[in-house]
């Protein structure tokens, strides 16, 4: 295991700099609840995508194709931001 760094050697505003130790930490793996996403009642308007802390919306060309669940943790906003009058995404307990 590394040894931990002091905050005196941490980056400004704390920023990981090792995009390789960030990919590699599949902090989906905390996740209690899991985001569905149905595509037939998307309407693409990327709120989500917007939202989402994780960056774990997976957009290609611009429209969204689903949710990278190596690393969506769980949190529910994008079925929170979804407008109510579409709810493409609901949040159901995750399974181990
Ligand atoms: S549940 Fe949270 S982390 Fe997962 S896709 Fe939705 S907003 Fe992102
Ligand atoms: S917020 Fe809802 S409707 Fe908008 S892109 Fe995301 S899933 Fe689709």
Not at 14 to 41: C, H, M, Q, Y
Not at 68 to 88: F, H, L, R, S, T
Request: charged share 25%; glycine share 6%; proline share 4%.
């Amino acid at each position: 295991m590394s040894k931990l760094k002091s905050w005196k050697e941490l980056p400004c505003g704390a920023i990981i700099n090792d995009l390789k130790a960030v990919l590699e930490n599949k902090t989906g793996t905390w996740r209690s609840f899991r985001p569905i996403w149905n595509k037939e009642k998307c309407i693409n308007c990327l709120t989500c995508w917007i939202y989402c802390p994780d960056a774990a919306i997976i957009l290609v060309d611009g429209k969204h194709q689903g949710i990278n669940y190596d690393y969506c943790k769980g949190c529910g906003i994008c079925a929170e931001v979804c407008p109510k009058k579409v709810q493409a995404i609901t949040m159901v307990k995750e399974e181990k």
